[in-house]
């Protein structure tokens, strides 16, 4: 007989049982919260509810680094030991906190009131070290883990512009304050045509980091053909190094549900979803909140309205399609494309799928016309950017700025390199990014002037590194996050990011083999030319940027002296 009780199991879960199988992942994430992990007979039973076969629901639990299908603490201590953390002593603090509990990363105490992990790229990277206490967000945390900040980080928002932030850095705003929904007033005036070719001229590119023109997805859902379009809001911002998409979403939510309404009344689509990555569980009331106000005033309900979902740890569930498979109840493995997502999304239905720094920008093209959008920013590049500045730097946080400022002008506007020290590097784009030098400081800051000087621009992230920083530990890191993220569903990158991370992590360590750097190149371009998804396509360009830059870094005789 089972020792545990499954009576509270039921009422939890009955709001997802006519979900299916899509109801999954929610009601995972709340037997959870009632028993701290998911025991055989808990699964077991919100399999039969749900009416999915038990080893897909283990195969769902497997997958998602914050499902546990073992006992773990009462209380989780999630330490960031990712790159911008890392610089500013985040493995320090994981093995403080170990070795006062005496426990190894990953393990529980033995009175079960606390496990510690190390965690990938917690999204507060202007504030680091962090950690994220169950769903708290701890961050400046000194050293010995006496002082820190609790609770809803804090925005640190600088820039030369205020167009996409107007409300960031003083909290939460709410609808009163937001206002009434103009650009989607504003829209409703117009035909569906009219705003997506509003969309098109204002020549908007997504900055989810695939750079694809928004009007051009806009215009390929509202001609497709479906039972039902959606609208699906890709929060799950998990590249290393940003950060943005969290200071939206906390401090100005009704402007990201105001772009999703504008992009639902273009394309038809009635219904929407964000999907909030699981390191982010203090946004979730906040957007509760803000759904529910915009419930209330009429803006939501009738023709569109959005549910939350809530992620459970997979960067890879950043990749649309494997998002959308999260969201249907499954494993975050991404779809093979063509079919794209404007015909066969979500659910197979035509969908729309935005970043949530792109979807904030829609009102404000609707507002002020795809003429006024255009004033600022470049020809190819036009609007308001934001940057994600972390790492060596006098004045870490969120950077909005007009596009086509160079990368030595935000540095500059950061306050330079930290303790007066000189620049070794900039990673710009984040983990599937590329490093650039100070040789590259007076490249503008747009996808055009980045793309042909062979950078970046990615999702916004610019991590400095200081001349002091050893960069085999940086491509070590690097190594470790992708052999950890790959989903495994193609042999390039399942097999890549293997190689990769242990030639890295000779290299780290001194013991560089001759030809390493060959074997380097030559598992980055396969896994570049050969993978399924963007992550496996991109996992070797930070290293081979690196091996381009900085030949002496795989030396044999170089790391033995070291
Ligand atoms: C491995 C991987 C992770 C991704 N993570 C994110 C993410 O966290 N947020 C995001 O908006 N886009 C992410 N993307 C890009 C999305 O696949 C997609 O292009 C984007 O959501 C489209 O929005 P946009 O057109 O507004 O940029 C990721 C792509 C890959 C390959
Ligand atoms: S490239 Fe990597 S992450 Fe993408 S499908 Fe292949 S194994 Fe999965």
């Known amino acids: 007989m089972s020792e545990i009780d499954l009576t509270p199991i039921r009422p939890a879960i009955e709001n997802y049982i006519p979900m299916g199988r899509a109801g999954l992942l929610p009601a995972l994430h709340a037997a959870q919260k009632i028993y701290g992990w998911l025991p055989e007979d808990v699964a077991s039973e919100i399999a039969k509810a749900l009416r999915v076969p038990l080893a897909d629901v283990h195969g769902v639990i497997e997958f998602y680094s914050m499902f546990y299908n073992e006992p773990v603490g009462r209380r989780i201590i999630r330490v960031c030991t990712d790159q911008a953390c890392a610089l500013k002593g985040g493995d320090g603090l994981l093995n403080h906190l170990c070795k006062h509990h005496d426990v190894e990363p990953g393990q529980a105490t033995e009175d079960m009131?606390?496990?510690?992990?190390?965690?990938?790229?917690?999204?507060?990277?202007?504030?680091?070290?962090?950690?994220?206490?169950?769903?708290?967000?701890?961050?400046?945390?000194?050293?010995?883990?006496?002082?820190?900040?609790?609770?809803?980080?804090?925005?640190?928002?600088?820039?030369?512009?205020?167009?996409?932030?107007?409300?960031?850095?003083?909290?939460?705003?709410?609808?009163?304050?937001?206002?009434?929904?103009?650009?989607?007033?504003?829209?409703?005036?117009?035909?569906?045509?009219?705003?997506?070719?509003?969309?098109?001229?204002?020549?908007?590119?997504?900055?989810?980091?695939?750079?694809?023109?928004?009007g051009i997805k806009g215009e390929g859902a509202e001609r497709a053909v479906g039972n039902q379009k959606y609208v699906v809001c890709n929060a799950d911002e998990s590249e290393p190094g940003t950060f943005k998409d969290r200071v939206l979403l906390t401090d100005d939510p009704h402007q990201v549900i105001e772009g999703m309404c504008i992009t639902a009344y273009a394309v038809g689509a009635s219904k929407g979803y964000i999907y909030i990555r699981g390191e982010y569980p203090y946004i979730v009331p906040i957007l509760e909140d803000a759904l529910r106000e915009a419930r209330e005033a009429g803006y939501l309900g009738e023709h569109f309205d959005i549910e939350i979902r809530v992620g459970a740890g997979a960067y890879i569930c950043g990749e649309e399609t494997a998002l959308f498979e999260s969201i249907e109840g499954k494993r975050g493995f991404p779809r093979v494309k063509p079919p794209f997502p404007v015909t066969h999304g979500l659910f197979g239905e035509p969908t729309v799928i935005n970043n949530v720094e792109t979807l904030c920008n829609l009102p404000l093209i609707i507002k002020e016309g795809a003429d006024g959008y255009r004033k600022i920013g470049t020809e190819k590049s036009p609007g308001p950017k934001l940057f994600c500045v972390s790492g060596d730097v006098t004045l870490p946080g969120l950077y909005e700025v007009e596009f086509g400022m160079t990368l030595r002008e935000l540095l500059e506007m950061a306050g330079g390199v930290a303790g007066g020290k000189s620049l070794k590097a900039v990673l710009l784009g984040g983990a599937a990014g590329v490093f650039a030098t100070s040789a590259h400081l007076d490249i503008k800051l747009t996808f055009e002037d980045l793309r042909a000087a062979g950078l970046s621009l990615g999702s916004g992230v610019v991590m400095v590194f200081d001349e002091t920083r050893d960069m085999r530990d940086s491509l070590n890191r690097l190594g470790h996050f992708f052999a950890h993220e790959s989903c495994g569903k193609c042999y390039p990158c399942q097999m890549g990011t293997q190689r990769q991370m242990e030639i890295l992590s000779r290299v780290a360590s001194g013991k560089t083999l001759p030809e390493d750097i060959l074997r380097l190149q030559d598992v980055g371009w396969t896994m570049t030319d050969a993978s399924l998804c963007g992550l496996g396509q991109t996992a070797g360009s930070a290293v081979l940027s690196a091996i381009k830059l900085w030949p002496e870094l795989f030396d044999a005789k170089t790391a033995e002296a070291k």
Do not use: H
Request: hydrophobic fraction near 30%; aromatic fraction near 6%; glycine fraction near 10%.
């Open 113 to 214: 009131s606390l496990t510690i992990e190390s965690s990938p790229c917690l999204g507060l990277c202007e504030q680091a070290p962090v950690a994220l206490v169950d769903d708290d967000a701890e961050t400046n945390i000194s050293p010995d883990f006496n002082e820190y900040e609790l609770g809803l980080p804090r925005s640190i928002v600088y820039g030369s512009m205020r167009k996409l932030t107007a409300n960031c850095g003083e909290g939460t705003t709410s609808l009163e304050k937001y206002g009434e929904y103009a650009g989607l007033r504003k829209a409703r005036t117009l035909s569906r045509v009219q705003v997506i070719e509003e969309v098109k001229n204002s020549g908007l590119i997504g900055r989810g980091g695939a750079a694809f023109p928004t």
